[in-house]
C-alpha cells in the first residue's frame, strides 16, 4: 500500500516530465530572440563570426590537402590553432595577437634551439640538466617583465607565447632528433595561421579598433549633454519652454539621466580601444600614429563630469529636497548654467563625430562661466541668516557639483581643441552651418528631444550676458571704492 507522500512525488516527477517539451521550447525561442536580437543590433558580429570561419576553413586546407601535409605533417595544427586564438573583433586586436604571436614564435624559438645547441654539448648527462635550467630561468625572467605596466597592457600576450614556445621547443627537442625541422614547421604553420587572420580582418569588412573609440568618445560627450538637458527639466520642474510642471520627467528623461553610467564603466574599454588602436595602420582619416593618448584624456574627463552627474542624480531621487526658496533663488543661473554646459558637450561631441572643428563650443563654455559668476554674486549677496542652514544645503550641493561640471566641461573643450588641432579637423563655414542649426544631432539617437533655437538667439544671449557680468563687475568695484 502506497503512502499519499508518494503519490504526491510520482505526480511531481510526471508533470515535471509532461512540462519539459515546453521548458524546452521556451529556452530555444529566448536563445532565437536573442540571436535575432544580437545581430540586428549590430550586423558586424554577424560577418565576424563568418570571417573567422572563412579563415578556419582555409588555414585546415593544409591538413586535409595531401602535399601541403607532406610538407607540414601535423604541425598543420598549429595554424588552426593560431586562427583560433588570434582572430578578434577588431583589426587592431588582431594585429596585435598576431604580431605578438608571430614575433615571440620567432624569438623564442631562436632561443630554443640556440639552448637545445648548447645543451647537447654537455653530452648526455648534463643535457636535461642545462635545459632544465634554461627554461627555469627563461620563464622566471619573462613571468616577471609580465608585470611591468607597459608589458603588461600592450605585450603581455607575446610574453606568454614566448615561454610556452621556449619551453616547447627545449623540452620536446631534448626527444627529437631533427629540432630545426621540427622548430622551421611550427614556425611556419604559426606564421601561416596570423597571416590567414590579419589579410581577412582587414580586406574583407574591417571593424576598425580606432574608429570604435572615435565614435564612443564621441557618443560619451553626447550623453552628457542630454543628462544636463534632461536634469533641468526634471530638478527644477521645467518644460522645454521653462514652464513649471507636476511631473518629475517622462520616460525619456529617465532614461536620460541614466546615460552617465555608461559613461562610469567605459574605462577598461577605453584602454582596450586605444590598445587596439595603436596597432593599427593608417585607415581613413585616421594616421598611423594617431594621437590616442588624447581620446583617452577626454575619456577621463567624461568620467570626472559622470561622478559628479551620479551625485545630480541621487538628488533628484532623495527625499530631502532642502529650501524651495533657495531652488527658486537659483534656477535661473543654474539652469543657464546646464543649457549652456549641455549645448557644449553636444557641440563638442559633433566636432569629434564629424571631425570637424568646434565652432560654438566656446560660447558656450563662455556663457556657462559667466552664469557661474553670477550665481557666486547671488549667493554672496543674497542673506541666508533667517532660513535653517539645513535646508540650504541640498540646493547647494547641487550648484556646487553643477560649477564643477562648468569647470570640467572646459577642459574637456580645450582637450577637444587640442585634439582639432593636431589631427588637422575639418574647418567648416560657420555661415552654411548656420543654415542647419540641428545637423549634429541628426547623428545621435537622442536627436528628437532637442530642439536648439536659432543662431540670432544664442549671440543675443552672449551679449546679454556679457553685460549683466560687466555690471556685477562695476557694481562690485564700486562697492569697494
Partial sequence: MTSPNTNQEKAGVLGRVLALP?????????ICRL????????????????????????????????????????????????????????????????????????????????????????????????????????????????FFPKVKARYDYGMLIFILTFSLISVSGFREVEV??????????????????VMISIFVCPVWAGEEFHYSIAHKLEILGYFLEAFVRVYFKMSKEGESEDNKGDSKDKSFLEGYKTVLNSKSVDDSLANFAKWE????????RHPWDLYLKVGALSRQCAYRMEALDAHINSD???????????????????????????????????????SSSDTHVANAKAA?????????????????????????????????????????????????????????????????????????????????????????LVILIEDSALAVSDSEKSNRV
Avoid at 325 to 344: D, G, K, V
Fill in 372 to 460: 557661474v559668476k553670477s550665481l557666486k554674486t547671488l549667493l554672496q549677496s543674497s542673506s541666508w541668516k533667517e532660513t535653517d542652514l539645513l535646508s540650504l544645503i541640498p540646493a547647494a550641493t547641487v550648484a556646487s557639483l553643477l560649477i564643477d561640471i562648468v569647470e570640467f566641461t572646459e577642459k574637456i573643450a580645450d582637450s577637444v581643441n587640442n585634439l582639432a588641432t593636431l589631427t588637422h579637423f575639418e574647418v567648416v563655414d560657420t555661415d552654411k552651418s548656420s543654415t542647419k542649426p540641428q545637423q549634429p544631432s541628426q547623428s545621435s539617437p537622442h536627436c528628437e528631444c532637442v530642439e536648439p533655437g536659432p543662431k540670432t538667439d544664442s549671440l543675443q
Fill in 320 to 358: 530631502i529636497q532642502g529650501s524651495q526658496e533657495m531652488r527658486s533663488t537659483i534656477q535661473e543661473q543654474c539652469s543657464e548654467m546646464c543649457l549652456e554646459a549641455s549645448q557644449a558637450f553636444k557641440e563638442l561631441g559633433s566636432s569629434i563625430r564629424t571631425m570637424t572643428m568646434p
Fill in 180 to 197: 630545426l625541422e621540427m622548430a622551421h614547421k611550427r614556425l611556419s604553420t604559426i606564421f601561416i595561421g596570423g597571416s590567414a587572420c
Fill in 22 to 30: 515546453k521548458v524546452v521550447k521556451g529556452k530555444v525561442l529566448s
Fill in 281 to 288: 595602420p593608417g585607415h581613413g582619416k585616421f594616421r598611423f
Fill in 35 to 146: 540571436t535575432k536580437e544580437i545581430a540586428q543590433d549590430d550586423p558586424r558580429k554577424v560577418i565576424h563570426s563568418l570571417k573567422v570561419g572563412l579563415a578556419i576553413s582555409l588555414v585546415s586546407l593544409f591538413y586535409y590537402y595531401q602535399p601541403l601535409y607532406e610538407n607540414f605533417g601535423l604541425s598543420a595544427m598549429w595554424a588552426v590553432m593560431t586562427v583560433v586564438v588570434v582572430f578578434e573583433y577588431t583589426v587592431g586586436a588582431t594585429l596585435g595577437k598576431g604580431l605578438n604571436r608571430t614575433i615571440a614564435t620567432l624569438a623564442a624559438g631562436a632561443l630554443g634551439v640556440g639552448a637545445h645547441y648548447l645543451a647537447s654539448l654537455s653530452g648526455a648527462t648534463g643535457e636535461p640538466i642545462l635545459i632544465g635550467a634554461f627554461v627555469f630561468v627563461q620563464a622566471a625572467i619573462a613571468s616577471f617583465i609580465r
